[in-house]
C-alpha cells in the first residue's frame, strides 16, 4: 500500500474516533461540558452589557472574530478594537440557544449556536429584531480554562429592503 493511502486512512480513523467519542459525551467531559457552557453565557452576558473589556478574557491570545460584511479581527487588540467599534454603533439583548457542544480534542472544542433577540441603532435609535447562528471553536489553555479562539456569525433574518 502507497505510505499516503495508510496516511489517510489512519486520519480518517482518528476522525472517526474523535467524533465517536465526542457525540458518545466521553469526550467531552461533564466538567469540560459545563466550563464551556459558563464561557458561552459569560460571553452572552458581556455582549448584552457592551462590555469590550468583559468579552477580551473569554478569547485566546491569537482569537479571532469574523463578523459578516467585515474583515477578521486578529489577534487581542484587533478583537479590542472589533467590539469597541460593534458597541459603539449597537446594544444587543439577545440570547444564545446551544445547538451543538462537540469536544474534537483534550483542548479543542466547537460550539453552534442560535441566537435571537433585539438591537438599538444608536445612530439611528431604531430597534431592530436579530436573529443569528454562530460558529464558536474553543482552545482550552494551561490554566485549564476554556477560550474563544475563533468566532464567525451570520445572520438568519432576511435584510431590510
Not at 15 to 21: E, H, P, Q, R
Not at 58 to 78: N, R, V
Not at 127 to 141: D, H, M, P, R, Y
Amino acid at each position: 500500500m502507497p505510505a499516503n493511502y495508510i496516511k489517510s486512512a489512519l486520519a480518517a480513523a482518528a476522525v472517526l474516533a474523535a467524533g465517536t467519542m465526542a457525540t458518545s459525551g466521553a469526550a467531552a467531559g461533564t466538567d469540560d461540558k459545563a466550563a464551556i457552557e459558563s464561557t458561552m453565557s459569560s460571553y452572552n452576558a458581556a455582549l448584552n452589557a457592551g462590555d469590550t473589556a468583559a468579552v477580551l478574557p473569554l478569547y485566546t491570545e491569537d482569537g479571532i472574530f469574523m463578523p459578516p460584511y467585515s474583515q477578521s479581527a486578529i489577534g487581542k487588540e484587533a478583537v479590542r478594537k472589533a467590539y469597541d467599534d460593534v458597541f459603539k454603533e449597537l446594544k444587543f439583548n439577545v440570547k444564545f440557544n446551544i445547538a451543538e457542544l462537540v469536544q474534537m480534542a483534550p483542548t479543542w472544542a466547537y460550539v453552534r449556536t442560535n441566537s435571537a433577540g433585539t438591537t438599538v441603532h444608536h445612530s439611528t435609535g431604531t430597534t431592530t429584531s436579530e436573529a443569528n447562528q454562530e460558529l464558536f471553536i474553543f482552545k482550552k489553555g494551561d490554566d485549564g480554562k476554556w477560550r474563544i479562539a475563533r468566532y464567525s456569525f451570520s445572520p438568519t433574518n432576511p435584510p431590510s429592503k
